[in-house]
């Protein structure tokens, strides 16, 4: 009798027990399947994530979503998509092509009389028979090329618990061991002979090669030859070996000595050392001697610092003026910080707008904070350039040797970490590196991660904010926002969420989400008579600067049969920040589809009043912190520029709306300035769509809006 091949199936189907299964057992002809069982998408990803997967059966329909969502949230943590079968009922068949170009392998249809009972064996069959030929041939063509680069070379195979499985003489001589000892040994054994820093090296490579499945270079070593006493230099590389069903089941340890190319390097070392704008050293040159400067404090029991400085507003300058007036500036940059370090310490370049400084001598931390303001008071005045003036701050992590590090390495990265926050509490700024820093990098690098399937999870909830008339308190508008129900983390914060979406690059994704549910929810309150208000929806620059916005926003409208005039978008001063020509163009077809415009946080960004003049704006949201100033003791000035913004509106011909209104006095005042519109929780907190409609309901049956007992007037 011939052995089946054991494979693992997951079958995702919307029930609670195996007794309501349309699959109870599961026979298929070469093969022995060992079943795995998930009632949602959740828990499908969670096991797919957790299992050799090899194949998946998909009920096309479950509770929290269907099998292209499933599929597309496969594609975004998977390599190669999992063969999948999904399965319909008949009313589902026109789904079929969808399916099919989201990377389903074949798509079944659940029949009255149960033939695809019959049918779904030998389809399993036929796809795991596929799967395993690709596989195969994947594995012969990755093993054949793992023993070519290495044959010439020192070689050990080694399996998943780190045992060496085979060698060949060459591995011996590069170990000084004799080649029979070899086999059956773990590799730890030997990693003090290779350097102190293999065993750790050589994990972080075997952990490398699991998310990568690609060879990863463990490091060069200087290695000394038993049998002539004579030194060479050796790079040790890690290759993975997989099985038939390409999962890994070892590495290919292999040496190979370069010291006749380490030899010719060095003649061209000082070429790569040095930044080509600026001539100071270059990241790599920084490191490198860092660790000089780390084993002499170490020897000498003194103190170094780390200061990792970024340039704030740059990238505005440099997009607004070009490359070559911005490297200009940069050099002047130079110029101001080694005037405020000493010829000893080292002022390195290591990104576009980014710089080290390491001060080789400390006898006390706040001497690095010293230098850190000086380097701010340094970049003060401002730069003139071509009859213009421009003008720079430095947000500036701070790490010290040896209070956070003895690793020059993670100094560099700890005072990175810091200057992170620095970037994120307001910039122009410096701070110290803490532990607990590692903690919110963390924290904001799994964020990061869950947020690619939240949209996909249902993780996303749509809110909805009333805006309401100063004079009469009726409800005029409703604004859109977003909210992430972590599964894990709970309630997440639009501030946390959103810089991770913008700087991820899937900000879109999520705007278009937004914008298709506020289109849902406002054809259901117009099925049910209530549509005497607009929606407001916040729109960010990314978003403005797709190609492909417009279109997509007619799309969608034309979809759900909702006329312009309903929804207004809101956008922050943000945009003068960016190409104005394209986001005013934008605006102004917005404007001319009958979208109206609001500018939201005003007075809080980029404010220019030539901008202003010029944008289509037809409502100025008055930031919260402005509002929220008006109960202060001493708020006069904040009570002028208040009274400014609302006069200047008028004059421009644009409405007003406060936001963050929380006291009937600031209600009062802001009404009595002639504010036409109020936001904040005075008058209602952020609801659901089902809040929403209650409320709506209720303030109609009132036949006026109320907060707090008293009617607005």
Same mark, same amino acid.
């Given at each position: ?30 093969? @022995? ?24 059966? =998909? ?10 969502? =499933? ?7 998977? &390599? ?15 789904? $079929? ?9 074949? =798509? ?5 009389? $149960?033939?695809?009972?019959?049918? #779904?064996? !030998? ?42 499985? *085979? /060698? ?10 004799? #080649? ?18 293999? &065993? ?25 030859? /038993? ?11 890690? %290759?993975?070996?997989?099985?038939? #069903? ?24 000082? !070429? +790569? ?12 040159? *920084? ?26 507003? =740059? ?22 910080? @080694? ?54 701050? /430095? ?84 604004? /859109? ?24 690059? *899937?900000?879109?994704?999520?705007? @278009? ?58 956008? %922050?001063? +943000? ?87 929380? %006291? ?24 659901? *769509? ?24």
């Amino acid at each position: 009798m011939v052995d089946k091949t054991q494979v693992n199936i997951l079958l995702v189907e919307n029930v609670d027990d195996i007794a309501g299964s349309f699959l109870h057992e599961l026979e298929i002809p070469s093969f @022995q399947a060992k079943i795995f069982r998930a009632k949602n998408i959740k828990e499908a990803i969670r096991i797919v994530l957790e299992k050799p997967i090899d194949g998946i059966i =998909f009920q096309y329909q479950v509770n929290d979503g269907n099998a292209i969502e =499933f599929l597309e949230g496969i594609s975004l943590i998977s &390599a190669r998509m999992i063969p999948t079968i999904v399965m319909a009922s008949e009313t589902e068949e026109k789904m $079929g092509m969808q399916v099919f170009r989201k990377g389903a392998r074949d =798509f079944l249809i659940k029949d009255k009389q $149960g033939n695809y009972l019959k049918r #779904l064996p !030998m389809t399993l069959e036929r796809v795991l028979k596929e799967e395993i030929r690709y596989r195969e041939n994947t594995r012969l063509k990755k093993n054949s090329e793992a023993v070519l680069a290495t044959v010439s070379d020192g070689m050990l195979g080694v399996n998943l618990d780190g045992v060496i499985t *085979f /060698a060949n003489p060459a591995a011996a001589l590069y170990l000084n061991q004799p #080649l029979e000892s070899l086999i059956g040994k773990k590799i730890d054994a030997y990693a003090e002979h290779i350097d102190i820093t293999f &065993a750790q090296s050589l994990s972080q490579g075997m952990h490398q090669i699991q998310i990568s499945n690609q060879l990863a270079v463990i490091g060069q070593y200087m290695l000394t030859l /038993a049998h002539n006493q004579q030194s060479c230099m050796v790079e040790i590389s890690l %290759t993975p070996i997989f099985n038939e #069903l390409m999962h890994l089941e070892g590495y290919v340890l292999s040496f190979r000595d370069i010291s006749e190319t380490k030899y010719l390097s060095e003649e061209v070392r000082h !070429m +790569s050392i040095e930044d080509d704008l600026t001539g100071l050293f270059n990241r790599k040159a *920084f490191i490198h001697r860092l660790e000089h400067v780390i084993s002499y404090c170490n020897r000498y029991h003194t103190k170094c610092a780390v200061l990792f400085i970024d340039l704030d507003g =740059f990238k505005t300058i440099n997009d607004a003026l070009g490359h070559l007036s911005g490297d200009e500036i940069l050099l002047k940059v130079v110029d101001r910080i @080694q005037t405020v370090i000493r010829e000893t310490d080292i002022l390195a370049r290591v990104g576009g707008d980014e710089f080290m400084v390491m001060l080789t001598h400390v006898n006390h931390p706040n001497d690095a904070a010293r230098v850190a303001i000086k380097i701010n008071r340094a970049l003060l005045p401002s730069i003139e350039l071509n009859g213009q003036k421009y003008y720079l701050t /430095a947000s500036i992590g701070i790490a010290l040797y040896p209070n956070d590090s003895s690793d020059a390495r993670k100094l560099v990265q700890y005072a990175d970490f810091a200057m992170s926050m620095v970037k994120k509490s307001g910039k122009n700024n410096y701070q110290y590196y803490k532990p607990d820093l590692n903690l919110e990098a963390d924290r904001m690098m799994r964020l990061s991660n869950d947020l690619r399937v939240a949209i996909q999870s249902n993780q996303l909830d749509l809110y909805f904010h009333p805006q309401v008339s100063a004079t009469t308190g009726e409800l005029i508008g409703l604004e /859109a926002l977003v909210r992430w129900h972590h599964p894990e983390l709970g309630l997440i914060p639009p501030k946390q969420f959103i810089p991770i979406a913008e700087e991820m690059g *899937f900000i879109g994704n999520i705007g @278009q989400w937004v914008l298709q549910k506020t289109c849902e929810s406002c054809l259901l309150w117009q099925q049910i008579g209530l549509e005497n208000f607009t929606l407001s929806v916040n729109l960010s620059v990314n978003e403005l600067q797709r190609e492909d916005f417009l279109d997509d926003l007619v799309k969608c409208f034309t979809v759900f049969h909702i006329h312009p005039n309903r929804f207004q978008f809101e956008i %922050t001063e +943000s945009v003068f920040a960016h190409d104005v020509g394209d986001v005013m163009h934008k605006l102004r077809q917005l404007k001319s589809m009958g979208f109206q415009i609001a500018m939201d946080d005003f007075g809080t960004g980029y404010s220019c009043l030539s901008y202003l003049k010029d944008f289509p704006i037809d409502v100025i949201k008055i930031d919260r912190s402005f509002v929220q100033s008006l109960s202060y003791h001493d708020n006069e000035r904040h009570k002028a520029i208040i009274a400014a913004i609302i006069d200047l509106a008028k004059r421009l011909d644009m409405a007003t709306l406060a936001e963050g209104v929380e %006291t009937e006095a600031q209600a009062e005042y802001l009404t009595s300035l002639g504010c036409e519109s109020l936001q904040g929780f005075l008058f209602a907190k952020p609801m659901t *769509f089902s809040e929403t409609t209650e409320y709506i309901r209720e303030k109609i049956q009132e036949g006026g809006q109320m907060y707090l007992g008293k009617k607005l007037h």
